[in-house]
């Protein structure tokens, strides 16, 4: 039955917490490690085999094996990796997209692919203009890679960048596989919220000769899932009086929102393997992804900001520790004149590709000398290439009620299901274009040596030029709407109208029972079809400079490396240096002498240039205290470079709120010392118990400064916020307003500290379990939060497997965290959790029956401000369900 235990085992994602790498040529992190091939046979065998490597590394890292990847149900690697001791994911849209490791913001871990940078790209609009570092794994399927080496402490051969921590995914090898191997997975997915049932289809075909010196590998994938998921958001509060001259926090604008959007996931990878003699070794490799990512968002607001800024009132307020968590609001002369309600209808198509492919070179002319050459190129593209936006809008009076933490909302005036009761009141047709490449080579030479406790001296020096160039037009929203026509004559907002409302379970999982569940609804297809008939000039795209900008980073690096061992111990000292030549390219509003205009007024192109060195110390060392109990100790120094929009010049403003973001091309980067300690007790062959304690000094945060800055938007004359003016000039929808701007900046330090403890045992026949658990507690010296750190997180997988059946439960809970400045205002989230299940049939050697289950719990997101007083949002992405078969031959 060994086949059979092979297709269990290919089930089985989280019970594997090491285990060795069975492609010794691009591991630096089996160093001392048992390097020969494991063959997996089951549960069990796994992580007999995964507690044998983790006893010889010299290293702190964990590893993940192709054999587990993907397959509980994990469909992307961050939901494989949030299994993985220390780190943790975010489902905002229903599955994990970015990882935080040890308690850090995503854009401080690294990501490698076969160990080199990997480009990197977005498919959500706001994460395409926020342009950050931290890599999107919706991009990278988990089925197309082999394996998952996480770092946790510095190793002077592994590139910097991960101040949380550095994850290397591997591509499988042909040389490695049978001589032919045939595998196949064919699963339907059904999601619950949108009530469809789509394909998900993967295969991989690997052929090596005869004399195992030539093979080729090529895996590839499709995935579609058609996606829900509801909300309730609350975009921000500002303060307003409340009778009595009291004044209290208003909610500014209350909608009930429903995101649809169709996913498909597009990827191949290939890789050609040349190994002639025992001295020569040839990889090539190549990686494809694609994400389809269109989506369509419609949301009904109660629009309190405006009411009350336009003259409107509130009354019968509640207020509770400053926020008036209830209350009637009407807009001016009593809900008949200004505006109180607004409805935002946004049709997007988006799409998100990452390329790659590498030259990978071992070369070993004598027993004691390797030379390892490796050069490449990755790009990624993240686009939304159009974005149709309609908002309608008119006056407006309602109830609110935020005291069951579900906001609740009801309307005197208009009638939500009448289209009548609104107009369109602004339009744009948007772009935003985000390009990331990479083009590098590295050079190692290691020599084995026997000088006493030294074994081997490594060198290498490196070189990459990496270019980020970002684009966003867009039509002038204040001339574009009144000039819309439908059939020769101005649109009403019924031209845009499907003639009915939301689905019957619209909100219904976290609706309160005054929340807004119905409204009329916005047909995508008449939206597309308006926008596509209109004419210039009102379809005119300008650039928008805040957000257009290119970034060239050229990196010159090199390190040295001393491995030592003896009896019983083993580690490595050494050092990396990098020296990063940035040069950015922006806008700047004004200036002295204007290059362009556009509606928005006058804009200076600017270039800042700067270059810095780091200097990266390291040292790994493992101790066997006795035969059962292994000690590490490990220190460093790490670096993560600033995001690249945080280094733009440009604003990026919100003209709704009277809020933006903007940067500094001479920000430093993030900087670290890091500690760590491990303990591993093996009382036997299947069973670890291990603690292990982490400490970052973090030398430097960059953080977010907010400050009143007066910018221009544009606006329809008599709808512009409170505090603009018309601006000079002969734009009479030009306006001078009070913009609340968060630019980054380089803050005071502060520390990561904390541990991780971790059993995994078989307890009783086919029964067992790996449980473990983080603990993270980050402060900033000035007290301000951390952005991604759960002080609390925890994993549990139960498990049953004998030669027919193999089935897991998996609990993964993630205490509540601090994710950005928002708005001009802190966004938080509360406690995450999700419960996954997943049963694998044998029916033959060769074919397994599967099902998975994904959120059986149907947990919530819930975000709020700074406190549960200032709720933000509630998301509700339902569960998702795979039946299908797996077959490898």
Same mark, same amino acid.
């Given at each position: 039955?060994?086949?059979?235990?092979?297709?269990?085992?290919?089930?089985?994602?989280?019970t #594997?917490?090491?285990?060795?790498?069975?492609?010794?040529?691009?591991?630096?992190?089996?160093?001392?490690?048992?390097?020969?091939?494991?063959?997996?046979?089951?549960?069990?065998?796994?992580?007999?085999?995964?507690?044998?490597?983790?006893?010889?590394?010299?290293?702190?890292?964990?590893?993940?094996?192709?054999?587990?990847?993907? /397959?509980?149900?994990d469909?992307?690697?961050?939901?494989?990796?949030?299994?993985?001791?220390?780190?943790?994911?975010?489902?905002?849209?229903?599955? !994990?997209?970015?990882?935080?490791?040890?308690?850090t913001?995503?854009?401080?871990?690294?990501?490698?692919?076969?160990?080199?940078?990997?480009?990197?790209?977005?498919?959500?609009?706001?994460?395409q203009?926020?342009?950050?570092?931290?890599?999107?794994?919706?991009?990278?399927?988990a089925?197309?890679?082999?394996? #998952?080496?996480?770092?946790?402490?510095?190793?002077?051969d592994?590139?910097?960048?991960?101040?949380?921590?550095?994850?290397?995914?591997?591509?499988r090898?042909?040389?490695?596989?049978?001589?032919?191997?045939?595998?196949?997975?064919?699963?339907?997915?059904?999601?619950?919220?949108?009530?469809?049932?789509?394909?998900?289809?993967?295969? #991989?075909?690997?052929?090596?000769?005869?004399?195992?010196?030539?093979?080729? #590998?090529?895996?590839?994938?499709?995935?579609?899932?058609?996606?829900?998921? *509801?909300?309730?958001?609350?975009?921000?509060?500002?303060?307003?009086?409340?009778?009595?001259?009291?004044?209290?926090?208003?909610?500014?604008?209350?909608?009930?929102?429903?995101?649809?959007?169709?996913?498909?996931?597009?990827?191949?990878?290939?890789?050609?393997?040349?190994?002639?003699?025992?001295?020569?070794?040839?990889?090539?490799?190549?990686?494809?992804?694609?994400?389809?990512?269109?989506?369509?968002?419609?949301?009904?607001?109660?629009?309190?900001?405006?009411?009350?800024?336009?003259?409107?009132?509130?009354?019968?307020?509640?207020?509770?520790?400053g926020?008036?968590?209830?209350?009637?609001?009407?807009?001016?002369?009593?809900?008949?004149?200004?505006?109180?309600?607004?409805?935002?209808?946004?049709?997007?198509?988006a799409?998100? /590709?990452t390329?790659?492919?590498?030259?990978?070179?071992?070369?070993?002319?004598? *027993?004691?000398?390797?030379?390892h050459?490796?050069?490449?190129?990755?790009?990624?593209?993240?686009?939304?290439?159009?974005?149709?936006?309609?908002?309608?809008?008119?006056?407006?009076?309602?109830?609110?009620?935020?005291?069951?933490?579900?906001?609740?909302?009801?309307?005197?005036?208009p009638?939500?299901?009448?289209?009548? !009761?609104?107009?369109?009141?602004?339009?744009r047709?948007?772009?935003?274009?985000?390009?990331?490449?990479?083009?590098?080579?590295?050079?190692?030479?290691?020599?084995?040596?026997?000088?006493?406790?030294?074994?081997?001296?490594?060198?290498?020096?490196?070189?990459? *030029?990496h270019?980020?160039?970002?684009?966003?037009?867009?039509?002038?929203?204040?001339v574009?709407?009144? !000039?819309?026509?439908?059939?020769?004559?101005?649109?009403?907002?019924?031209?845009?109208?499907?003639?009915?409302?939301?689905?019957?379970?619209?909100?219904?999982?976290?609706?309160a029972?005054?929340?807004?569940?119905?409204?009329?609804?916005?047909?995508?297809?008449?939206?597309?079809?308006?926008?596509?008939?209109?004419?210039?000039?009102g379809?005119?795209?300008?650039?928008?400079?805040?957000?257009?900008?290119?970034?060239?980073?050229?990196?010159?690096?090199?390190?040295?490396?001393?491995?030592?061992?003896? *009896?019983?111990?083993?580690?490595?000292?050494?050092?990396?240096?990098?020296?990063?030549?940035?040069?950015?390219?922006?806008?700047?509003?004004?200036?002295?002498?204007?290059?362009?205009?556009?509606?928005?007024?006058?804009?200076?192109?600017?270039?800042?240039?700067?270059?810095?060195?780091?200097?990266?110390?390291?040292?790994?060392?493992?101790?066997?205290?006795?035969? /059962?109990?292994?000690?590490?100790?490990?220190?460093?120094?790490?670096?993560?470079?600033?995001?690249?929009?945080?280094?733009?010049?440009?604003?990026?403003?919100?003209?709704?709120?009277?809020?933006?973001s903007?940067?500094?091309?001479?920000?430093?980067?993030?900087?670290?010392?890091?500690?760590?300690?491990?303990?591993?007790?093996?009382?036997?062959?299947?069973?670890?118990?291990?603690?292990?304690?982490?400490?970052?000094?973090?030398?430097?945060?960059?953080?977010?400064?907010?400050?009143?800055?007066?910018?221009?938007?544009?606006?329809?004359?008599?709808?512009?916020?409170?505090?603009?003016?018309?601006?000079?000039?002969?734009?009479?929808?030009?306006?001078?307003?009070?913009?609340?701007?968060?630019?980054?900046?380089?803050?005071?330090?502060?520390?990561?500290?904390?541990?991780?403890?971790?059993?995994?045992?078989p307890?009783?026949?086919?029964?067992?379990?790996?449980?473990?658990y983080?603990?993270?507690?980050?402060?900033?010296?000035?007290?301000?939060?951390?952005?991604?750190?759960?002080?609390?997180?925890?994993?549990?997988?139960?498990?049953?497997?004998?030669?027919?059946?193999?089935?897991?439960?998996?609990?993964?809970?993630?205490?509540?965290?601090?994710?950005?400045?928002?708005?001009?205002?802190?966004?938080?989230?509360?406690?995450?959790?999700?419960?996954?299940?997943?049963?694998?049939?044998?029916?033959t050697?060769?074919?397994?029956l599967?099902?998975?289950?994904?959120?059986?719990?149907?947990?919530?997101?819930?975000?709020?401000?700074?406190?549960?007083?200032?709720?933000?949002?509630?998301?509700?992405?339902?569960?998702?369900?795979?039946?299908?078969?797996?077959?490898?031959?």
């Amino acid at each position: 039955m060994t086949n059979a235990r092979y297709l269990l085992a290919s089930a089985s994602v989280g019970t #594997l917490l090491f285990a060795a790498s069975a492609a010794h040529a691009q591991a630096p992190v089996t160093d001392g490690a048992n390097d020969s091939e494991i063959v997996v046979t089951g549960i069990r065998g796994s992580l007999r085999e995964a507690i044998d490597a983790k006893r010889d590394l010299a290293v702190i890292a964990d590893v993940v094996t192709a054999e587990d990847v993907g /397959k509980f149900p994990d469909k992307n690697v961050a939901e494989a990796l949030q299994r993985v001791p220390g780190i943790v994911v975010n489902r905002e849209f229903g599955e !994990g997209e970015r990882v935080s490791l040890r308690g850090t913001a995503p854009n401080l871990t690294k990501t490698l692919l076969n160990g080199h940078s990997v480009a990197t790209a977005d498919w959500f609009i706001l994460d395409q203009v926020a342009s950050t570092r931290s890599f999107n794994y919706l991009t990278l399927p988990a089925e197309i890679i082999g394996r #998952l080496e996480v770092y946790k402490s510095p190793q002077a051969d592994v590139e910097e960048g991960g101040v949380g921590g550095t994850i290397n995914v591997i591509t499988r090898n042909p040389l490695d596989l049978e001589p032919l191997t045939l595998s196949a997975s064919v699963q339907g997915v059904y999601s619950d919220l949108s009530g469809k049932f789509d394909p998900q289809l993967s295969g #991989l075909v690997s052929w090596k000769n005869a004399g195992e010196t030539f093979g080729v #590998l090529v895996g590839a994938i499709y995935q579609k899932r058609r996606t829900r998921r *509801d909300g309730l958001e609350i975009f921000g509060y500002r303060s307003f009086p409340v009778g009595g001259g009291e004044s209290a926090l208003v909610p500014t604008l209350i909608g009930s929102t429903m995101f649809e959007q169709e996913r498909e996931r597009y990827g191949a990878n290939i890789g050609i393997q040349f190994r002639p003699s025992d001295e020569l070794e040839v990889n090539i490799t190549g990686l494809y992804s694609r994400f389809n990512a269109d989506n369509f968002n419609q949301n009904y607001i109660a629009w309190g900001e405006q009411a009350l800024a336009g003259g409107g009132t509130i009354s019968n307020a509640v207020v509770r520790d400053g926020v008036a968590v209830s209350g009637d609001i009407a807009s001016a002369t009593g809900g008949t004149t200004g505006f109180g309600v607004v409805y935002d209808a946004i049709d997007r198509q988006a799409v998100a /590709k990452t390329i790659s492919a590498d030259f990978d070179l071992t070369y070993r002319p004598t *027993d004691s000398l390797s030379v390892h050459f490796k050069a490449g190129w990755t790009k990624a593209n993240g686009d939304t290439s159009n974005e149709n936006f309609m908002e309608f809008a008119g006056p407006g009076a309602f109830s609110y009620d935020l005291t069951s933490g579900r906001p609740e909302v009801s309307f005197a005036s208009p009638d939500p299901l009448n289209p009548a !009761g609104i107009r369109p009141d602004f339009g744009r047709i948007q772009s935003v274009t985000n390009e990331d490449e990479e083009k590098y080579f590295y050079l190692d030479v290691e020599k084995q040596v026997g000088w006493g406790p030294l074994t081997a001296l490594k060198f290498g020096v490196k070189y990459t *030029d990496h270019d980020r160039v970002a684009e966003r037009f867009a039509t002038n929203g204040g001339v574009f709407t009144p !000039g819309l026509r439908c059939g020769g004559v101005a649109c009403t907002a019924a031209d845009f109208a499907t003639g009915g409302g939301m689905p019957g379970d619209f909100l219904d999982n976290i609706a309160a029972p005054g929340t807004l569940t119905d409204y009329w609804r916005v047909d995508p297809a008449k939206l597309r079809a308006i926008y596509g008939a209109q004419t210039a000039p009102g379809t005119d795209q300008f650039l928008v400079p805040g957000d257009s900008y290119s970034i060239n980073e050229k990196t010159y690096g090199g390190y040295g490396l001393a491995k030592f061992g003896g *009896d019983g111990w083993r580690g490595n000292v050494g050092v990396r240096v990098v020296r990063t030549d940035q040069r950015t390219d922006g806008f700047i509003i004004g200036g002295a002498d204007p290059e362009f205009t556009n509606p928005f007024g006058g804009f200076t192109p600017v270039t800042a240039k700067r270059s810095y060195t780091d200097i990266l110390p390291s040292a790994n060392l493992s101790v066997d205290l006795s035969e /059962k109990v292994v000690l590490r100790f490990a220190a460093g120094k790490t670096v993560a470079r600033p995001d690249f929009t945080a280094i733009n010049p440009g604003v990026n403003l919100n003209g709704t709120l009277l809020t933006g973001s903007g940067g500094d091309p001479n920000l430093a980067p993030y900087r670290a010392n890091q500690y760590d300690l491990s303990v591993e007790f093996y009382p036997d062959r299947e069973t670890i118990v291990a603690l292990a304690l982490f400490y970052k000094d973090i030398q430097s945060y960059i953080v977010n400064t907010t400050t009143t800055e007066i910018l221009p938007g544009v606006f329809v004359p008599g709808s512009e916020p409170a505090g603009c003016v018309p601006a000079a000039g002969s734009n009479p929808d030009l306006f001078d307003c009070p913009y609340q701007i968060n630019r980054r900046s380089n803050g005071d330090g502060g520390r990561n500290q904390g541990f991780e403890f971790q059993v995994s045992r078989p307890i009783w026949g086919g029964f067992g379990a790996v449980v473990n658990y983080t603990y993270s507690d980050a402060k900033a010296s000035n007290g301000d939060p951390i952005p991604g750190n759960s002080k609390h997180s925890l994993n549990l997988t139960g498990y049953y497997e004998n030669d027919l059946v193999s089935a897991r439960l998996s609990y993964n809970y993630r205490s509540k965290f601090f994710i950005d400045i928002d708005r001009a205002a802190p966004l938080n989230q509360a406690a995450l959790s999700s419960l996954d299940a997943s049963v694998s049939v044998n029916i033959t050697d060769n074919i397994a029956l599967t099902a998975d289950a994904v959120n059986l719990t149907n947990e919530k997101i819930e975000q709020y401000s700074g406190t549960r007083d200032r709720p933000r949002a509630i998301y509700d992405n339902g569960r998702q369900f795979y039946v299908g078969a797996r077959l490898k031959f």
